[in-house]
């Protein structure tokens, strides 16, 4: 049986020293320019120290339009540069792989935040957003592969797309909110064309050697499960990708998606063969028990997020005790300040019913 604490190489050759993912979670730290904060610097290099095989930023922006949320790290511009160079360096320093997630919020970008109408693959009535022109398709493609580009340039390991949650790379993917009539729109094929020719241009520009990741959703947002396992099983089969991260809320509930009873979402995924991409989970994953029952599923690596943010060296305390549950909610802010979160993030917390004490 695979262990928790077991190395896992990836087809680039980078490899996690455990089975420990942290989770890409929103955090409002960075500043209003998406420049780097000491507060996000703190928070994410302390769960490298504490352990994470990878660490993961937050979602970060590819244009400046695509902004889902104040205070978010930004990579769509070189000004960037020297603020991810810092944060690459010392999540690296650590022994753990640093990833950067690269991400748009297409119709999900408030239009007070963005200063204009925030953008989809077509018009959307419910958000207003307006859908963009084919040659602003191009310029999105390019953009999150300089994104890319620019990660590799400023030290990380790699990169992974967020075609999750029901932002722009997942807007794509929707056979409801793309109503394109053009090469990304109408069929499944057409509607992962997009991703499809990111991921080709981030290897096309950064290498083999650099780590590429997918992260996605079923269910949700207007996305069909037995739509996601074929493109999942392109991305495995295509193998120009090294992990895929299945984003699932719940990793064990059974799908509510007819034609999948006595399943639960994890098992559609682990059920594909992958050959050589590596398949993590997220969705629930908050003690030991949790982590060793997702690897004993088909698993080959979890993503942490709230016990993550409750303890920063959660993979050491598993490694110690094989029955470590986390703190109960909820907790003081104060615990949260030690744990390394800023005062943005802390009130963010509190927004999460009885996770911050009163």
Known sequence: MTDLSNAL????GAAMPNRFMLAPLTNLQSHPDGSLSDDEYRW??????????LTMTCA???QAAGSGFPGQLGCFSDD????????ATGINVQGSISVLQLHHAG???PADLIGETPQCPSDNEKTGARGISHEEVLQLRDDFVAAAVRAAKAGFAGVELHGAHGYMLAQFLSPTINQRDDEYGGSLENRCRLLLEIIDGVRSQCGEDFLLGVRLSPER??????EMQV?????????????????LWDSFKEPKEEG?????????????DRGEVRLGTAGKVRSAADARRCIDAGADFVVVGRSAILHHDFPRQVAVNPDFEPVANPVSTEYLRKEGLGEAFINYMATWGGFVED
Do not use: P
């Open 9 to 12: 190489t990836f087809k680039s």
């Open 44 to 53: 994410l290099t302390k769960r490298a120290e504490g352990g994470f095989g």
């Open 60 to 62: 970060s922006h590819v």
């Open 80 to 87: 960037h540069l020297e603020g991810l160079t810092r944060l």
């Open 107 to 109: 119709m999900r970008s």
């Open 221 to 226: 947002f207007d996305i069909r499960l037995a």
């Open 231 to 247: 493109l999942a099983q392109r991305l495995m089969s295509e193998a120009k990708i090294d992990f895929l991260d299945m984003s």
């Open 260 to 272: 999948f009873a006595g399943k639960t979402l994890l098992e559609c995924f682990t059920e594909l």
